[in-house]
């Protein structure tokens, strides 16, 4: 695959990271109590993001940049996320 195809995959998937934790964000301002555990996960999410974001702007600002590595090794972070974003959205339910 190329490079500015890879890019643009993992671009993809960071900006869906990024939507979902600001629609998890949005419904925690909407609680007027929101739950102990939901905002260690959103913790988790946000730290998630962070590292990704920061990760991508280090390979982007590279010329050398190994893309591929980074791609096979965001799969992990992204199945993290997952995770935790629907232990979050199963949060929601409960209340």
């Not at 695959?1 to 964000?25: E, F, G």
């Not at 096979?72 to 209340?95: C, E």
């Amino acid at each position: 695959m190329s490079t500015a195809k890879l890019k643009q995959n993992i671009k993809a998937k960071i900006d869906d990271i990024n939507s979902k934790v600001l629609s998890i964000r949005e419904r925690m301002n909407k609680e007027e109590n929101p739950d102990e555990e939901l905002q260690k996960l959103l913790l988790q999410l946000e730290k998630i993001q962070t590292e990704l974001k920061e990760k991508f702007d280090t390979l982007e600002a590279d010329p050398n940049a190994d893309w591929d590595e980074f791609d096979k090794n965001i799969h992990q972070s992204v199945k993290s996320f997952n995770q935790a974003f629907t232990q979050a959205g199963t949060l929601f339910k409960k209340q």
